[in-house]
């Protein structure tokens, strides 16, 4: 049975920091992402990195987020992580995990590429 399972969610003012966490069992996956859901608006692609032979690949990053936010996977442990820095509060949300393999490289942006998704971490960054 897969699943995908996020930790680190949280209360933080802004300028703070956190750490997102998502392990996934069951199989491992190529590419592994975090999208992020507002209140009343559509989830939205955060960030994706693809592995590609064993190997970090590239990652992916929405607008909002370049600079501040970084991606990265311990494939060791079949984890993803989404290092959050200098949050503001329009970055609260509820943060979900999605994972999936053969993913074009031009759709890792795209939801419904996703067959694999975690439960969601909420994410609150006061003013």
């Known amino acids: 049975q897969v699943q995908l399972v996020e930790s680190g969610g949280g209360l933080v003012q802004a300028g703070g920091s956190l750490r997102l966490s998502c392990a996934a069992s069951?199989?491992?996956?190529?590419?592994m992402a975090w999208f992020r859901q507002a209140p009343g608006k559509e989830r939205e692609f955060v960030a994706a990195?693809?592995?590609?032979?064993?190997?970090?690949?590239?990652?992916d990053y929405a607008d909002s987020v370049k600079g501040r936010f970084t991606v990265s996977r311990d494939n060791a442990k079949n984890t993803v992580l989404l290092q959050m820095n200098s949050l503001k509060p329009e970055d609260t949300a509820v943060y979900y995990c999605?994972?999936?393999?053969?993913?074009?490289?031009?759709?890792?942006?795209?939801?419904?590429?996703?067959?694999?998704w975690g439960q969601g971490t909420q994410v609150t960054v006061s003013s």
């Open positions: 990195v693809r592995w590609l032979g064993g190997r970090f690949y590239y990652a």
């Open positions: 999605a994972a999936d393999n053969n993913v074009p490289t031009n759709s890792v942006t795209r939801q419904y590429e996703y067959h694999y």
């Open positions: 069951g199989r491992t996956f190529d590419v």
